[in-house]
């Protein structure tokens, strides 16, 4: 095969090389990040970084209404001390209960939704894991917004397809430079 040929490849191969390791060495962290925080949020039930759903004690009974889960969430944070602006509520008519949680903190408050019993007042460590997961706990603490998410989320997913598509030349090219050689 002719010998420009082979020279180009080389030279490929050294410019992937060079992007494969100067585009990684930065990214490695991204990468480790979303590693990490993957299997932590894939082991969520089982690492007991979310609170147990509880279950109603009550039998047959009537659910109160959203708004009252709400206004007892909110009683629950005054009690704490924590601010009771809440974000959802998580609703699970198998289990006769409701989550509230919150805003601007990762703290959830299980209610009995027929008596409007609290049972429990725990963290949710999956919640501020999947921000750090997914970027957006940046804008969280300080944006309000989701540009920090879409930012992180694109340069990351980018920095992957290109490690991809290096890494592949990079195994590639070394197997097709021995073939033109030959």
């Known amino acids: ?55 109603t004690q009550v039998e047959n009974g ?11 969430g909110e009683e629950e944070m005054k009690k704490l001390g924590r601010d009771e602006a809440v974000d959802r509520i998580d609703i699970r008519p198998d289990k006769g209960i409701a989550k509230v949680t919150f805003k601007t903190h990762f703290t959830e408050v299980q209610l009995d939704g027929f008596s409007g019993e609290v049972l429990s007042v725990e963290t949710r460590h999956s919640d501020w894991i999947e921000k750090v997961h997914d970027g957006s706990i940046l804008d969280y603490y300080f944006t309000n917004g989701e540009g920090s998410k879409l930012t992180y989320s694109t340069l990351t997913s980018l920095g992957l397809i290109l490690m991809g598509i290096s890494g592949f030349y990079l195994w590639y090219y070394p197997k097709l430079i021995r073939k033109l050689k030959k």
């Open 1 to 55: 095969m002719s010998s420009s040929k082979i020279q180009h490849k080389v030279k490929a191969t050294r410019n992937y090389r060079y992007l494969h390791k100067w585009l990684g060495l930065p990214l490695l962290i991204f990468f480790f990040l979303i590693g990490i925080t993957s299997i932590l949020l894939a082991w969520k039930k089982k690492a007991e970084l979310l609170p147990p759903t509880l279950k």
């Open 62 to 72: 009537t659910w109160i209404l959203p708004s009252e889960m709400a206004r007892i």
